[in-house]
């Protein structure tokens, strides 16, 4: 499977981005997904997961509220719609296949395509 994110940008406090992560090779509908970030000097986080078809969402505390997690199954598609944004969501955002373990580890997920690069100006 490879993984592409896509759809940041630069974007004014309050705006809002609707990231896509589209799988390529290989089909992602029977695997749950998940978006995570990495600012600079910081580590990789959790963001947000979908369970495979849809049924089950979980959200960083520090984005819940704010962000939707949702996905296509026919497109091999995940969405991830970021409203409200602010300067602390700028980061490279990484979608990722879980394979097992905690949605909210990493180390849970593998095929991290090349992340999108948000950028949250004050």
């Known amino acids: 499977v490879q993984l592409q994110a896509s759809g940041g940008g630069l974007v004014q406090a309050g705006g809002s981005l609707r990231l896509s992560c589209t799988a390529s090779?290989?089909?992602?509908?029977?695997?749950?997904m998940g978006w995570f970030r990495q600012a600079p000097g910081k580590e990789r986080e959790f963001v947000a997961s979908?369970?495979?078809?849809?049924?089950?969402?979980n959200y960083a505390d520090s984005v819940k509220g704010r962000v939707t997690i949702s996905r296509d199954n026919a497109k091999s598609t995940v969405y991830l719609q970021m409203n409200s944004l602010k300067p602390e969501d700028t980061a490279v955002y990484y979608c990722?296949?879980?394979?097992?373990?905690?949605?909210?580890?990493?180390?849970?997920?593998?095929?991290w395509g090349r992340g999108t690069q948000v950028t949250v100006s004050s």
């Open positions: 979908i369970s495979w078809r849809g049924e089950y969402v």
């Open positions: 090779r290989r089909t992602i509908s029977n695997n749950d």
């Open positions: 990722a296949q879980r394979i097992s373990g905690s949605v909210y580890s990493e180390r849970s997920y593998r095929y």
